[in-house]
């Protein structure tokens, strides 16, 4: 580490150590990148745009690494970062035309939904296998108009991370979703 600098040395923590004109360059970088950018969301078309896969939020992160790269550090050039983010961009692009023609590939990188609750019953193994607790669950049940165990026909969790609730049409047994939230004796108004 530097130790040769003096605390508090204005220039110094707003500027930085770079000639004031290397500001110029990263305004120029910066254009650069958003047109590179504005390039890799046209490849990635308009399915890109909403909930993004687990292979797209990858994507996402290394596009954002090597953009924020190029232009924060003098000794990266332009052309580097735009080769990491074409190059990232159609080789994720071409694994996911692998993985919609081949389902091994597919169940491998975007992996496969999974069924947490079947018939009211919570399955305790698939949830500890996507790592998901019983209190999210239950809150994503109630978010989709559940207050019992017994109105859910099925919970699948998505590839996206959603989890969607297909309920039974009959009414629910009891509470059990509510239970849990709501202290009947103490918050809840008198039944009359």
């Given at each position: ?109 975007e992996s496969r939904p999974r069924v947490l609750v079947r018939d ?30 017994s109105q859910v026909r099925y919970a699948i969790l998505e590839v996206?991370?959603?989890?969607s609730v297909f309920l039974h049409d009959r009414p629910p047994r ?19």
């Amino acid at each position: 580490m530097k130790t040769d600098f003096q605390v508090f040395e204005w220039q110094r923590v707003f500027l930085g150590e770079t000639p004031v004109p290397y500001y110029l360059e990263i305004a120029l970088k910066c254009v650069i990148v958003f047109l590179i950018l504005m390039l890799v969301m046209r490849l990635l078309g308009k399915r890109g745009q909403q909930n993004l896969s687990p292979m797209q939020q990858m994507l996402m992160i290394a596009l954002g690494s090597a953009a924020g790269d190029a232009l924060l550090y003098p000794g990266v050039a332009i052309g580097h970062a735009a080769l990491i983010l074409i190059g990232i961009t159609v080789l994720t692009i071409i694994l996911e035309n692998v993985a919609e023609r081949a389902r091994p590939v597919r169940d491998y990188v975007e992996s496969r939904p999974r069924v947490l609750v079947r018939d009211g019953v919570v399955d305790h193994d698939a949830l500890r296998k996507e790592r998901t607790t019983r209190r999210e669950l239950y809150a994503e049940l109630r978010l989709k108009g559940a207050c019992s165990l017994s109105q859910v026909r099925y919970a699948i969790l998505e590839v996206t991370g959603d989890i969607s609730v297909f309920l039974h049409d009959r009414p629910p047994r009891d509470d059990d979703l509510l239970d849990y939230v709501v202290d009947r004796e103490n918050h809840d108004p008198p039944q009359e």
